[in-house]
């Protein structure tokens, strides 16, 4: 069963950075693609960007060239995306996702931007 | 970017009556490889997103047969015959035929 664990709520300050994680078990993610998409509080989904984790090759939506960078750990099957310069618009959930068609979905992160 | 405008925008069903949920894109969504890149998911109160059908008319692993999908080039419809209380929630169409990948606002399905 393919399964996709995302790391814990964050509470970071304008200004600052977060890293979040999806460990992917069940599958290896050196074969498919890892997506991050948003959900603002209450509104729809947003694509942030993906990453090819055989080579590590990214494409980021325009409007998050500056605000996401995605790696991956081919080692422990595991997406990350930073986020830079915090703002308080930044408030949502970030969710992993994976594959073309989006297959399999992580739990999502709530990240808060608060001072 | 394209552009996915789905309606209606909300649904109140009873148990056990069929509903449709019209999808429809900007540009055309058929790939270079003749394939289309349509999804349809479903968002229930809570929970992530779960892939219910992709490119177009395929059910993913373990949907219920009651979900059907159907279209082409710019217009889609998702069917559910015989809705049931957990197919409550926000039925989102997507698109990854063109960059960036791209969703519709969602239709919300609520119970009469």
């Known amino acids: 069963e393919v399964q996709l664990q995302q790391s814990g709520a964050e509470l970071g300050k304008p200004g600052t950075s977060v890293k979040l994680s999806c460990k992917v078990s069940?599958?290896?993610?050196?074969?498919?693609?890892m997506h991050w998409v948003n959900q603002r509080p209450g509104k729809g989904l947003e694509w942030i960007g993906r990453?090819?984790?055989?080579?590590?090759?990214?494409i980021y939506a325009e409007k998050f060239k500056s605000k996401a960078t995605l790696t991956a750990d081919t080692s422990s099957n595991t997406a990350y995306m930073q986020l830079s310069q915090l703002k308080s618009d930044d408030t949502a959930i970030y969710f992993c996702?994976?594959?073309?068609?989006?297959?399999?979905w992580g739990q999502g992160t709530l990240v808060t931007v608060s001072s | 970017d394209v552009v996915m405008t789905q309606t209606p925008p909300s649904l109140s069903v009873a148990i056990g009556q069929s509903v449709s949920i019209s999808c429809k894109s900007s540009q055309s969504l058929v790939y270079s490889d003749g394939k289309t890149y349509l999804h349809w998911l479903l968002q229930s109160p809570g929970r992530s997103p779960k892939r219910l059908i992709y490119q177009v008319s395929n059910l993913g692993s373990g949907v219920p047969d009651r979900f059907s999908g159907t279209g082409s080039q710019k217009d889609f419809t998702l069917k559910i015959s015989r809705v049931e209380a957990e197919d409550l929630g926000v039925y989102y169409c997507a698109q990854t035929t063109h960059f960036p990948p791209t969703f519709g606002g969602g239709t919300k399905l609520e119970l009469k």
């Open positions: 996702a994976m594959g073309t068609t989006f297959a399999y």
């Open positions: 069940g599958y290896n993610i050196r074969s498919t693609y």
């Open positions: 990453i090819d984790p055989a080579n590590g090759n990214t």
